[in-house]
């Protein structure tokens, strides 16, 4: 009796219950909500606009409220797409640290740490961010995932105390920077990993007291600069042992016999300048001073500009104070001949009659002073600047600098 009577329930209720499993199921639920996005858009297309009203006026052209309203509805599916695509919380890495592509317009809203992808897709950034911005510590990658730089960054520039690497990863520079540029105190190294200066830097530049290393890391020169190089014109008015405490490189003695003049050229090979040590009347080795500065370069620096012609010289000094041709001294025949050495320049060589010494002593008998050079001379602050050519309008192969006040 009790099994006939709980059949004849089941019966009575099975109906139900096979309804509400279909009713609960996802496949039900999906279909019915699909269909009834497929009709509204059907019925959105389907009907007509039967009058005036039912459409926009934008200018001169009508259009269906219908039509307005699904241009709208789309741009909305595809903004609410992009937004979640762009805010990454679905695709997160295991750091917790968010990743935008570069131009990603949610990177603007960001202001902790993040990583930036370039636009080839490598991780080219991760650090700090602000509004956008690479501001705080950060690091720059390459292609590669050579770390470039890192350091401190303000609105995408390098700007204050960070390291800057070779594409290969050797560092380059350490020190502080601002506006992307080497700016106040830091350090330049070779890729090869030696040392190549420490000391002041303004816009890029050497600039103020620094110190100069070879190739081998060892110390070189220790003073001033200026644009990138030396201040040779510190060097004047110094002795020898004055000159000798600032330049630790090798360096050669020419020395003229007393019917020549008994004067001394220095040739500091690892700066690439001369100079010329006369004596003040006594015999003391202490009382020649250096009165001439030879710098062995074809190229005059001031600021970032470099000056190559005689028509830029003049350009930045004014006219000269004195041009025409001149008989060479000893200290420019050794630089005519050093040059030369390298590279065929001037009237070639001049002819030296010397004696070696030792390997970094040589007197100087005779030397051919019918060998004759165009010079520009020009005035600029306390200093003069003489500019040797091979002739009139020529570039010029080496300058000089004078005390405003020698002779």
């Not at 937004?83 to 935008?100: A, C, D, H, M, R």
């Not at 710098?295 to 600021?303: K, Y």
């Amino acid at each position: 009796m009790l099994s006939v009577l709980w059949s004849s329930i089941k019966s009575k209720f099975s109906a139900i219950v096979s309804k509400l499993r279909l009713w609960l199921s996802w496949d039900f639920v999906r279909t019915r909500i699909i269909g009834r996005i497929r009709d509204f858009f059907v019925g959105l297309f389907s009907v007509k606009p039967k009058n005036k009203d039912d459409y926009y006026t934008v200018f001169k052209w009508m259009i269906s409220k219908k039509l307005a309203y699904l241009i709208v509805i789309i741009i909305g599916v595809v903004s609410i797409w992009y937004l979640v695509t762009q805010l990454k919380l679905f695709s997160g890495n295991s750091e917790g640290i968010p990743t935008y592509s570069y131009n990603s317009i949610m990177l603007r809203f960001a202001d902790n740490k993040v990583r930036i992808k370039a636009k080839s897709g490598y991780v080219a950034y991760e650090g700090m961010v602000s509004k956008g911005y690479c501001t705080g510590e950060g690091t720059l990658f390459s292609k590669t995932g050579t770390v470039l730089y890192t350091g401190n960054f303000e609105k995408n520039l390098f700007e204050g105390e960070g390291t800057q690497n070779f594409e290969s990863g050797v560092i380059h520079y350490k020190g502080t920077f601002h506006s992307n540029l080497y700016e106040g105190q830091g350090s330049l190294f070779r890729e090869n990993g030696t040392r190549e200066y420490e000391g002041g830097f303004f816009e890029g530049l050497k600039e103020g007291e620094g110190k100069l290393y070879d190739a081998g890391g060892n110390p070189l020169y220790e003073g001033s600069f200026a644009s990138d190089e030396i201040i040779y014109g510190e060097l004047l008015g110094k002795t020898p042992k004055d000159i000798r405490a600032k330049y630790f490189g090798s360096q050669i003695m020419y020395e003229e016999s007393e019917e020549l003049g008994s004067d001394v050229v220095m040739h500091l090979e690892g700066i690439d300048a001369l100079y010329l040590a006369q004596s003040d009347g006594s015999a003391a080795d202490d009382s020649l001073k250096a009165v001439n500065v030879i710098v062995l370069s074809d190229v005059f620096r001031t600021g970032r500009t470099e000056t190559r012609g005689i028509e830029g010289i003049k350009a930045l000094m004014g006219d000269p104070v004195y041009e025409g041709y001149s008989s060479v001294i000893l200290p420019e025949a050794v630089a005519i001949n050093v040059l030369n050495d390298r590279k065929s320049t001037l009237k070639g060589k001049v002819n030296i009659d010397t004696t070696m010494v030792y390997t970094d002593d040589i007197s100087v008998r005779s030397f051919d002073q019918d060998y004759s050079v165009y010079i520009y001379t020009f005035r600029r602050g306390d200093l003069m600047y003489s500019f040797v050519c091979n002739e009139p309008g020529s570039n010029f192969a080496f300058y000089e600098i004078q005390d405003g006040g020698a002779k």
